[in-house]
């Protein structure tokens, strides 16, 4: 059963949010746009390895169009239920917009996020980079699919590089990998 689910997810996307799942420590993990749960899914596995953080991912299932122009939508949403439940991982939806969620939880944030993964298109990195990395914990994880916006076309993540408090890691396959530095080492 798990195999027709993932016939399409690629190792080339997968293995790296394996990897950074399970090595994922001291906050929890969000995934950023959900689509059918298929990414979700893979984090849920791979923290399962490790430090069994908890999983929430959020999107608002409104209709709309990504950007190749696909359709996504409300009936995403059935088969992303479907997907998780045959799964058997513990993955919360945060079904609302991902500013709205920013801002209704953002006391919820401040426990610290051990791992972002952005996975939307369009050109909204920078911004959701800016909400969202404040609370990731030092050591912790921010990720891209690298076919969406390549880190090195983002101002605000050059400016985080550039003043130290995140680093790149080397891309592994289709994912493009930034830690967060502790903030005593990036000061002196």
Not at 159 to 168: C, D, P, T
Request: glycine letters at 10%; hydrophobic letters at 40%.
């Amino acid at each position: 059963m798990l195999h027709r689910l993932f016939s399409n997810l690629t190792p080339w996307h997968a293995t790296p949010l394996y990897h950074y799942a399970k090595e994922a420590r001291g906050g929890m993990i969000v995934e950023l746009g959900a689509y059918v749960g298929k990414c979700a899914i893979i984090l849920a596995f791979g923290t399962r390895a490790g430090a069994e953080l908890k999983v929430y991912t959020i999107d608002a299932y409104k209709k709309r169009r990504g950007p190749h122009g696909e359709s996504y939508g409300p009936r995403d949403k059935k088969v992303f239920l479907k997907n998780i439940a045959t799964a058997g991982v513990d993955v919360e939806l945060i079904q609302m917009d991902i500013d709205e969620a920013f801002a209704l939880h953002e006391y919820f944030w401040k426990q610290g996020l051990a791992l972002v993964y952005w996975d939307i298109g369009g050109d909204r990195i920078g911004h959701d980079f800016s909400n969202w990395s404040r609370f990731v914990v030092p050591g912790g994880f921010f990720l891209s699919k690298n076919t969406y916006n390549p880190f090195d076309s983002v101002p605000v993540i050059l400016e985080a590089l550039e003043e130290g408090s995140w680093s790149r890691l080397p891309d592994i396959m289709a994912v493009s990998i930034l830690v967060k530095r502790d903030s005593e080492k990036t000061s002196s």
